[in-house]
Every structure is written in structure tokens, then in C-alpha cells.
């Protein structure tokens, strides 16, 4: 299972002023990490609507007081879950930093944040993430905050494919990029959902992509 980078920075909790951390906050850095993977493995199992703070709170293996003393309920807890998200955009957004050939670096994103997509609990997560989204405003803010970020990323690389003369002129970077990201959004459900490996699919969908933007 994706962990959402939780693990991350446990070891270099600090408080306010930048002390070391001590042993107690580091229990409660783990004790907040294991809720949020519990909460993650609740909502992919039964759906967000489905899962209730007291099932979070029994997955983690913590009482419901211990729970509540880290996160106010669900909705927080998969509010933090959506801005973690972020932390595992940081390897597409080097990859499209990358100064090599446009062409070469849309081609190895597209393989990358295909595969990234393509797997259960990713679709799942991002179905109820989604679907939250919809009806929360603040996490709907965090959810497109990321995406968006990431399609002005893929943006440049068009942009500077276009001005490079490797990608057709007439495209416009900030719609295409979009609809490329759309595109991979699409074929991970559809292989995940049809049980079609992503590896299979691949081809296919950068050849589509490809012929879709390349100049010539």
C-alpha cells in the first residue's frame, strides 16, 4: 500500500521554536501517522461515507478520546491525507523540471505518473478524494491545488516543446497539458477498473498523446 509519505519526518519533529524533538513527541508523531494510514485503509475499504471515526479509531488500535485528541474527526483526517498528496507530486515536478528534450521528458512523465496512478488504493484514494471534493470546498481546494500545480508544470515543458519546434505550434500548453493529465487520469481507471496491467496500456496511450501534440 502507498504509504502517502507518512513516514516522513518523524525522526525530525520539532516543536515551535525548533528544539529537538523528545520521545513524547515523537510517540505522537507515530500515533498521528498511524491513524492516518488507518483512516487511508478505512476509506479505500469502505468508501469515506461508509467509515466513521469510530472505525478509524479501531483500526489504528487507539481509543476514540486518543483519536480525537489529534484530529477533530474524518473530515480533517482526509483533509490531511489530500495535502500529503503533494509531497508525492515532488518527483513529477523534478521530472518535468528536467532540461533535457521536451519530447524526452513528456515521455517519461507520461510512464511515471501513469504508473504511479495505475495501482488500487491510489484509484480508490482518488476516487474518494474526489468525490469529497465535491461537497467540501477546503478540500476540494487542497485536491486542485495539486493538480493544477502539476499541469502548469507539464505546461512549460509544452510551452518550451512548442517554442523548440518538437511540439505543433498551434497548441495551447496550459489546455493541452490539462487534457494530457486527463488522458493518464482515465487509462488508470480503466486499468485498474477493467484489470488491464497499466504496462499493456501504455504504449498505446503515449502513442495517442504523441500523435496528438508532436509537430510533424
Given at each position: 500500500?502507498?504509504?502517502?509519505?507518512?513516514?516522513?519526518?518523524?525522526?525530525?519533529?520539532?516543536?515551535?521554536?525548533?528544539?529537538?524533538?523528545?520521545?513524547?513527541?515523537?510517540?505522537?508523531?507515530?500515533?498521528?501517522?498511524t491513524?492516518?494510514?488507518?483512516?487511508?485503509?478505512?476509506?479505500?475499504?469502505?468508501?469515506?461515507?461508509q467509515?466513521?471515526?469510530?472505525?478509524?479509531?479501531?483500526?489504528?488500535?487507539?481509543?476514540?478520546?486518543?483519536?480525537?485528541?489529534?484530529?477533530?474527526?474524518?473530515?480533517?483526517v482526509?483533509?490531511?491525507?489530500?495535502?500529503?498528496?503533494?509531497?508525492?507530486?515532488?518527483?513529477?515536478?523534478?521530472l518535468?523540471?528536467?532540461?533535457?528534450?521536451?519530447?524526452?521528458?513528456?515521455?517519461?512523465?507520461?510512464?511515471?505518473?501513469?504508473?504511479?496512478?495505475?495501482?488500487?488504493?491510489?484509484?480508490?484514494?482518488?476516487?474518494?478524494?474526489?468525490?469529497?471534493?465535491?461537497?467540501?470546498?477546503?478540500?476540494?481546494?487542497?485536491?486542485?491545488?495539486?493538480?493544477n500545480?502539476?499541469?502548469?508544470?507539464?505546461?512549460?515543458?509544452?510551452?518550451?516543446?512548442?517554442?523548440?519546434?518538437?511540439?505543433?505550434?498551434?497548441?495551447?500548453?496550459?489546455?493541452?497539458?490539462?487534457?494530457?493529465?486527463?488522458?493518464?487520469?482515465?487509462?488508470?481507471?480503466?486499468?485498474?477498473?477493467?484489470?488491464?496491467p497499466?504496462?499493456?496500456?501504455?504504449?498505446?496511450?503515449?502513442?495517442?498523446?504523441?500523435?496528438?501534440?508532436?509537430?510533424g
Open positions: 500500500m502507498n504509504d502517502r509519505s507518512f513516514n516522513k519526518g518523524i525522526e525530525d519533529v520539532a516543536d515551535e521554536q525548533g528544539s529537538p524533538a523528545t520521545k513524547r513527541d515523537k510517540a505522537a508523531a507515530r500515533r498521528r501517522q491513524i492516518l494510514e488507518a483512516a487511508m485503509i478505512c476509506f479505500i475499504e469502505n468508501g469515506y461515507h467509515t466513521g471515526v469510530r472505525d478509524i479509531a479501531r483500526q489504528a488500535g487507539v481509543s476514540l478520546g486518543n483519536l480525537y485528541n489529534h484530529f477533530a474527526g474524518k473530515h480533517d482526509l483533509a490531511e491525507i489530500a495535502a500529503l498528496e503533494r509531497s508525492e507530486l515532488d518527483a513529477f515536478f523534478k518535468l523540471a528536467d532540461p533535457s528534450a521536451p519530447l524526452d521528458v513528456l515521455d517519461r512523465f507520461v510512464t511515471a505518473y501513469a504508473a504511479y496512478l495505475a495501482t488500487p488504493e491510489n484509484i480508490v484514494l482518488t476516487i474518494e478524494i474526489s468525490s469529497e471534493a465535491i461537497r467540501k470546498p477546503d478540500i476540494g481546494t487542497l485536491f486542485l491545488a495539486n493538480r500545480d502539476l499541469a502548469t508544470a507539464l505546461a512549460l515543458v509544452v510551452a518550451r516543446g512548442v517554442s523548440e519546434g518538437d511540439l505543433r505550434a498551434d497548441l495551447d500548453a496550459d489546455e493541452a497539458s490539462l487534457m494530457i493529465i486527463e488522458l493518464i487520469d482515465a487509462s488508470a481507471y480503466r486499468s485498474v477498473l477493467g484489470e488491464v497499466m504496462g499493456k496500456m501504455i504504449g498505446g496511450l503515449k502513442g495517442f498523446i504523441f500523435a496528438a501534440v508532436r509537430n
